[in-house]
Each structure stands twice: as structure tokens, then as C-alpha cells.
């Protein structure tokens, strides 16, 4: 398990994250963004934006998961 602590985020800081790393909003599901990679179609990642609420670390994880990152490399985006 990495050192690195996780901030609490909400979906909008996310994507933000995300966008700077080089992902785009394939398309847009009720309040969840699905995000792509250019070139690499299976780095696909969802992101729920539900208003301003915080989401859950596990979430985070999962999102830092999906997207190819280390925690450290994700905290390095915000």
C-alpha cells in the first residue's frame, strides 16, 4: 500500500486532475463523466459528479486505479 494520503476530492476536482494528465469527456451518462485517454482506449475512467459532495477515498482509489496512476502521481495533478 502506498504512504501517499488521499485529499478529499469531489468529482469536479477530478476531472480537473484528469484533463491535465491528457484525458478528455467521451460522453456524459446522468452526472457521471466517462473520461479517454487518446490512443489508449482501455484507460477509460468514470467519475461521478454529483454536485459539490466529497466522494468516498475508495472511490478515489478506484479512479486512481482505472486512469493508470500511483497516488503520488495523482496528488501531483491537483
Do not use: C, N
Not at 504512504?3 to 476536482?13: E, F, N, Y
Not at 490512443?39 to 477509460?44: N, P, S
Not at 475512467?45 to 459532495?53: I, K, N
Amino acid at each position: 500500500m502506498s504512504g501517499a494520503r488521499l485529499p478529499v476530492l469531489t468529482g469536479r476536482q477530478i476531472l480537473q486532475a484528469l484533463s491535465r494528465a491528457g484525458f478528455v469527456v467521451d460522453r456524459i451518462v446522468g452526472s457521471h463523466h466517462v473520461l479517454v485517454y487518446p490512443g489508449d482506449a482501455r484507460r477509460a475512467v468514470t467519475v461521478p459528479v454529483h454536485g459539490g459532495r466529497d466522494l468516498k477515498r475508495g472511490t478515489i482509489r478506484s479512479i486512481i486505479r482505472q486512469a493508470g496512476f500511483t497516488v503520488e502521481e495523482f496528488v501531483g495533478l491537483l
